[in-house]
């Protein structure tokens, strides 16, 4: 148990430090070396099909994909129906870290005046697949169901990323940014979780 403990913690410490220092480096310069170059390489591959599956995996990353997703994970998981409240207030906490640091940070997107920095669909699917794994973990499952419910939500996370790209809405360092704000807020309410399940 005590592991498990420091894995979280070291993820949630880890994940958080990597992004303020994301956050300093994109404040500083603006877009990153290769952001430009890798976003136009995006868009020299769209096609109508290729938009049209992002447009469709673009919704995970928003309340209108993750509500359904967490209601499938409570019914799969009785270690996530007992800690719903802990789904709650990551899933809420992440978007208000993640609006206040856009307003600091205040790069905009590819197009448009909105601030870009971090992803907020990224964040939000990012926190959510981390809280899927985690409960996993708890889970008595077997390997094989641990491994596909990884997979799954890590596949999601890692389509929606793409998507924001895609769809004009995000620089890739946006995306990266997305990914580890939402890792390490999950990771902080797992180590919180698991320290309190420790001591109790």
């Known amino acids: 148990m005590a592991s498990h403990v420091r894995h979280w913690r070291g993820l949630s410490i880890g994940g958080?430090?990597?992004?303020?220092?994301?956050g300093i480096v994109v404040?500083?310069?603006g877009?990153?070396?290769?952001?430009?170059?890798?976003?136009d390489e995006v868009m020299a591959r769209r096609t109508p099909a290729i938009v049209a599956f992002f447009s469709w995996v673009n919704i995970f990353g928003s309340w209108t994909g993750l509500v359904p997703a967490a209601l499938v994970l409570f019914v799969i998981s009785p270690e996530a129906r007992k800690r719903w409240w802990l789904v709650a207030i990551v899933?809420?906490?992440?978007?208000?870290?993640?609006?206040?640091?856009?307003?600091l940070v205040?790069?905009?997107?590819?197009?448009?005046?909105?601030?870009?920095f971090p992803?907020?669909?990224?964040t939000g699917a990012a926190s959510f697949a981390v809280l899927a794994i985690y409960f996993a973990i708890k889970e008595r499952w077997n390997r094989a169901t641990r491994v596909a419910l990884t997979a799954v939500v890590v596949a999601m996370a890692i389509l929606v990323g793409t998507a924001r790209v895609v769809l004009?809405?995000?620089?890739?360092s946006d995306v990266l940014g997305g990914l580890l704000l939402g890792s390490s807020c999950a990771a902080f309410g797992a180590w919180w979780d698991a320290r309190r399940s420790a001591h109790a």
């Open 16 to 22: 958080a430090t990597l992004f303020v220092a994301l």
């Open 27 to 29: 404040l500083a310069v």
């Open 31 to 39: 877009l990153l070396p290769g952001d430009a170059s890798l976003y």
């Open 91 to 103: 899933l809420l906490a992440a978007p208000i870290i993640e609006q206040t640091v856009k307003h």
């Open 106 to 116: 205040g790069r905009p997107r590819p197009r448009g005046r909105a601030m870009g």
């Open 119 to 122: 992803s907020g669909h990224m």
């Open 168 to 172: 004009h809405a995000h620089w890739p």
